[in-house]
């Protein structure tokens, strides 16, 4: 079972280069959000989304652009990377509805020069 | 949400059932309890969650107190895989964005 898959699992960057990060799941899911984990920090929630076309911020959106146009996937753009984005992402998905987990996929570490 | 208090860490040995409690004592009654762990360099993985009656799946079993203001994972034969960080997590997650906020769990090591 596939669950939550996210490409690269690494990954380095130099400051001003973009990039994207792939995330897709195959549970068909509705919500789909991006973490940033860094140490001492704990989870922080980029962005989100409810369903196809439809994406909202998180706590920490600055620097970060999603889009959402199909249930299965939900990239997150860097446009110009910046050393403090060096970190690790999470996607994680869920059902809709009350009190239901969100499933992460692996991460992708980001290294930013 | 509801803070919650776990121990930093805590050692079992292999086959043995792990135990691992949290305290929640400000739990509001519409919050769930959920527990993940975070095994090194990987994603955060659900194991169980519920609200005021004991839950068991495929991985856990997870019992609240009657006052609902604490709860123990039991683990019932652990293994060397076992061996991660476990979060204790109270909200009340609704049908739109709920933000997950990990704590600094415990960290259990299972030994040979």
């Known amino acids: 079972n596939a669950g939550v898959t996210q490409t690269p699992k690494f990954q380095v960057l130099k400051t001003g280069q973009s990039m994207t990060l792939q995330c897709a799941q195959d549970m068909n899911h509705e919500y789909m959000s991006w973490y940033r984990q860094d140490p001492g920090m704990g989870l922080r929630l980029i962005h989100y989304?409810?369903?196809?076309?439809?994406?909202d911020q998180g706590e920490v959106p600055n620097g970060y652009n999603v889009s959402r146009s199909t249930t299965e996937d939900f990239p997150l753009r860097l446009l110009s990377a910046a050393p403090s984005q060096t970190s690790v992402y999470f996607c994680?998905?869920?059902?809709?509805?009350?009190?239901?987990?969100?499933?992460f996929g692996d991460g992708t570490r980001l290294s930013i020069l | 949400d509801a803070k919650t208090t776990q121990p930093p860490s805590m050692d079992c040995a292999e086959g043995r059932a792990a135990n691992l409690p949290c305290n929640h004592s400000t739990i509001s009654g519409n919050e769930y309890v959920y527990w993940y762990r975070q095994i090194h360099s990987q994603g955060p993985q659900y194991i169980i969650h519920?609200?005021?009656n004991n839950e068991t799946n495929e991985m856990a079993s997870l019992i609240i107190t009657e006052d609902r203001k604490s709860s123990t994972l039991i683990l019932p034969h652990a293994t060397l895989r076992d061996t991660a960080v476990y979060y204790c997590?109270?909200?009340?997650?609704?049908?739109?964005?709920?933000?997950?906020?990990f704590g600094k769990g415990t960290k259990l090591s299972v030994i040979p």
């Open positions: 519920g609200l005021k």
């Open positions: 989304s409810v369903g196809a076309g439809i994406t």
């Open positions: 994680a998905s869920r059902r809709t509805g009350v009190n239901q987990p969100q499933h």
């Open positions: 997590i109270v909200l009340y997650s609704g049908a739109g964005s709920y933000q997950l906020t």
